[in-house]
């Protein structure tokens, strides 16, 4: 094979792996951020009466990385969101707490914690 035909094709092959990674860390990105929110979400059911559960947000990032909600709430960004939002509640009190909560997630998490 020619050095250049096989640069290209080389080139061809990084571009290919990069694509799938860049799928992988946005799927990871969503799951990531949609857990943190769903932490939130779930804290704000039990404690918040001025919060709703963006439903329809919530179905949709899980469509789109094909997870569940067991799955989100089995992972570390989850874990690591109930424990900050504990001490947060410790610190500052439930309160605090609900009133940042609907400005508290960006990206793929807006929109899953609202005000009623």
């Known amino acids: 094979m020619r050095p250049e035909l096989f640069a290209v094709a080389m080139l061809v092959g990084a571009l290919a792996v990069s694509a799938a990674r860049a ?6 990105a969503i799951e990531a951020q949609t857990a943190t929110a769903l932490a939130s979400a779930d804290y704000a059911e039990r404690h ?8 329809d947000k919530l179905d949709r990032n899980l469509r789109e990385i094909k997870g569940t ?28 707490v609900c009133v940042v909560l609907p400005k508290a997630h960006g990206g793929y998490g807006r929109g899953i914690v609202t005000v009623r």
């Not at 799928?23 to 990871?28: F, G, S």
């Not at 918040?48 to 439903?55: D, E, I, K, N």
């Open 69 to 96: 909600l067991a799955g989100l709430r089995a992972t570390e960004s989850y874990a690591e969101q109930v424990a900050a939002l504990a001490s947060i509640e410790q610190s500052h009190g439930r309160a605090m």
């Open 48 to 55: 918040c009466p001025s919060l709703r559960v963006g439903q």
């Open 23 to 28: 799928e992988v860390t946005r799927r990871d």
